[in-house]
């Protein structure tokens, strides 16, 4: 309860900092908004992981939660200065590496996986991060998303294995109703910022990565199979298209439903979360092998992603 309302009490106070420093998103061609909106309103996440591990963990600086934090911390730093002012690749991606190795070591991957799974796994976090950032284009999409994604760990955790301290998985949950109460509206007061997709995505795979390793089965990672189909789909359709991965755009298929359709943000980022929701539900009501799931979960929404491109985007195709 208390971290609720001390979360509560520090949005307001980013809004008044981030209106003096003008860390504003301002709308252009490729944006899915049409207003002036403040920008970073996810740096709740890391505020939300610092409290954690306050209130919970300190003053024990024992692993994993000590490494979480930090790792929390560093990426939620510098993302939200690429917020402000664009950085280096190389630092960028510094950071990320550091991170993610401290995720790794909080997980203790380097005493349970091979070398090659060690590589991967580096390979597949980042990837995700990046996908999590990119996915946040509309109001509502990441804090839906991610409540999703928590809220089947959390029942994982409490009605099936438990996997890690209870407490991690619900002040996310917290945080995420949060930022919600900002950003799940018409004309949200703030956007979440590569600080806010970059953190809770962070947060979001160490949850999956205890998970993973403490049952054995890597099926797990389809809890994210909603976005890593759009940004992977995305991807090649902007490779056919030979246009640059790096740059913005607005092909996306949640991009296209909310700006080409019209579906108002909310009703897209609600089909996201809920088609989610009901793909994890799945995942954990059955007992497939990671294979015989991935068919069953990616196949379907490959299909489906390819079937309404194709309807509402002919001349691109």
């Given at each position: 309860?208390?971290i609720?309302i001390?979360?509560?009490?520090?949005m307001p106070?980013?809004?008044?900092?981030?209106?003096?420093?003008?860390?504003?998103?301002k709308?252009?061609?490729?944006s899915?908004?049409?207003?002036?909106?403040?920008?970073?309103g996810?740096?709740?996440?890391?505020?939300?992981?610092?409290?954690?591990?306050?209130?919970?963990?300190?003053?024990?600086?024992?692993?994993p939660?000590n490494?979480?934090?930090?790792?929390?911390?560093?990426?939620?730093?510098?993302?939200f200065w690429?917020?402000?002012?664009?950085?280096?690749?190389?630092?960028?991606v510094?950071?990320?590496l550091?991170?993610?190795?401290a995720?790794?070591?909080?997980?203790?991957?380097?005493?349970l996986?091979?070398?090659?799974?060690?590589?991967?796994?580096?390979?597949?976090?980042?990837g995700?991060?990046?996908?999590?950032?990119?996915?946040d284009?509309?109001?509502?999409?990441?804090?839906?998303y991610?409540l999703?994604?928590?809220l089947?760990?959390?029942?994982?955790?409490?009605?099936?294995?438990?996997?890690?301290?209870?407490?991690?998985?619900?002040?996310?949950?917290?945080?995420?109703?949060?930022?919600?109460?900002?950003?799940f509206?018409k004309?949200?007061?703030?956007f979440?910022?590569?600080?806010?997709?970059?953190?809770?995505g962070?947060w979001?795979?160490?949850?999956?990565?205890?998970l993973?390793?403490?049952?054995?089965?890597a099926?797990?990672?389809f809890?994210?199979?909603?976005?890593?189909?759009?940004?992977?789909?995305?991807?090649?359709?902007?490779l056919?298209?030979?246009?640059?991965?790096?740059?913005?755009?607005?092909?996306h298929?949640?991009q296209?439903l909310?700006n080409?359709?019209?579906?108002?943000?909310?009703?897209?980022a609600?089909?996201?979360?809920?088609?989610q929701?009901?793909?994890?539900?799945?995942i954990i009501?059955?007992s497939?092998?990671?294979w015989v799931?991935?068919?069953?979960?990616?196949?379907p929404?490959?299909?489906?992603?390819?079937?309404?491109?194709?309807?509402w985007?002919?001349?691109a195709l």
């Amino acid at each position: 309860m208390l971290i609720t309302i001390i979360l509560f009490a520090l949005m307001p106070l980013y809004f008044k900092l981030a209106d003096r420093y003008n860390i504003i998103d301002k709308p252009n061609q490729r944006s899915s908004h049409t207003q002036n909106t403040i920008r970073g309103g996810g740096v709740i996440f890391p505020f939300a992981m610092i409290l954690y591990f306050l209130f919970f963990q300190f003053p024990v600086f024992k692993p994993p939660y000590n490494l979480l934090t930090a790792g929390m911390v560093a990426v939620s730093v510098v993302s939200f200065w690429d917020d402000i002012k664009s950085l280096p690749n190389l630092l960028r991606v510094s950071i990320h590496l550091l991170s993610v190795t401290a995720l790794l070591l909080a997980v203790q991957a380097f005493t349970l996986l091979p070398v090659w799974l060690i590589v991967l796994s580096y390979i597949l976090i980042i990837g995700t991060l990046n996908a999590y950032n990119f996915m946040d284009g509309i109001n509502g999409i990441t804090g839906v998303y991610s409540l999703a994604i928590l809220l089947s760990c959390w029942y994982f955790n409490a009605n099936v294995q438990p996997f890690t301290d209870e407490r991690y998985i619900l002040t996310a949950v917290l945080a995420c109703l949060v930022f919600l109460f900002f950003n799940f509206r018409k004309k949200a007061r703030c956007f979440a910022g590569d600080v806010g997709s970059v953190s809770i995505g962070f947060w979001i795979i160490s949850l999956l990565m205890f998970l993973i390793l403490q049952t054995g089965n890597a099926k797990y990672l389809f809890f994210l199979s909603v976005y890593g189909v759009d940004a992977v789909l995305t991807i090649v359709h902007r490779l056919w298209l030979r246009q640059n991965i790096f740059e913005a755009h607005r092909l996306h298929l949640y991009q296209i439903l909310s700006n080409e359709q019209k579906v108002p943000h909310l009703v897209t980022a609600s089909i996201y979360g809920i088609l989610q929701l009901a793909i994890n539900c799945f995942i954990i009501g059955t007992s497939f092998d990671f294979w015989v799931t991935g068919l069953l979960v990616c196949v379907p929404l490959g299909l489906l992603y390819l079937i309404l491109k194709r309807r509402w985007m002919k001349p691109a195709l």
